[in-house]
């Protein structure tokens, strides 16, 4: 007897996941992963039963989000690769990237504060590295950029400006941004004034992201 394939899910249930989804996200963002999911709920307009129909747990609900994230975070590297000039591509992802984070609570909590597995990392560095890469090493081979730049500096850079943009949500994201125009204007081939440390390998960095929330008190 043949066995039936699965059925499709409805549209209103669909429709529905898409609220919780968009929801989640604007929750998140502002109440950071204290956030309940009742909270969510309400954002949405459904039941918090509806939430657990389309996720089943809190952290399954926070994986989608960060995929949306992700989703965004390629489209925006692939804008900036088309821009005639690498180093201003480079430059936009940088900047535009910190203001996600700097008002992105949720993300930046999820990604660099709670306890992870490596695979999320993996996740990011499948889609953003290639990418990243090849405009970092057209960035430089316009001589606007420094030749031991590599992608693992990146998400580096990114935490230690979004942690300076949540310090305080009022001076933090100006500050941040500051700093990192300072930063972008040290990157030049000409501003090198001595020797530096090497940037982390892929394992490396990997290995240290996803021990930082073990590692905090």
Same mark, same amino acid.
């Given at each position: ?12 249930? +669909? ?29 949405? $307009? ?13 952290t399954a609900l926070l994986e989608a989000v960060f995929e949306r994230r992700l989703d965004? $975070? ?31 609570? $949720? +993300? ?7 306890? @992870? ?38 998400? +580096? ?9 949540? @310090? ?21 081939? $000409? ?23 073990r590692a905090r008190p």
């Open positions: 007897m043949p066995t039936s394939s699965p059925r499709a899910p409805r549209r209103d249930a +669909l429709r529905n996941r898409e609220r919780v989804l968009t929801a989640a996200e604007r929750v998140f963002a502002e109440r950071g992963l204290s956030a309940t999911l009742e909270e969510v709920a309400a954002s949405a $307009g459904v039941g918090v039963g509806t939430v657990y129909r389309g996720f089943h747990s809190k965004a $975070g390629t489209e925006l590297l692939d804008e900036c690769r088309r821009r005639p000039s690498a180093w201003d591509g480079l430059r936009e992802f940088l900047r535009r990237s910190l203001l996600q984070q700097a008002d992105d609570r $949720g +993300l930046h909590e999820f990604l660099y504060t709670v306890d @992870t597995d490596r695979t999320r990392f993996d996740r990011l560095r499948a889609r953003i590295e290639p990418p990243l890469t090849d405009l970092i090493e057209r960035a430089k081979a316009e001589g606007a950029l420094r030749a031991d730049f590599r992608a693992t500096d990146v998400p +580096l850079l990114i935490l230690m400006f979004s942690r300076l943009a949540h @310090t305080d949500r009022t001076l933090g994201p100006p500050m941040a941004r500051r700093y990192l125009e300072l930063l972008l204007n040290g990157l030049a081939p $000409g501003a090198d004034r001595g020797p530096i440390e090497p940037a982390l390998s892929d394992d490396a960095l990997g290995d240290w992201l996803t021990g930082i929330g």
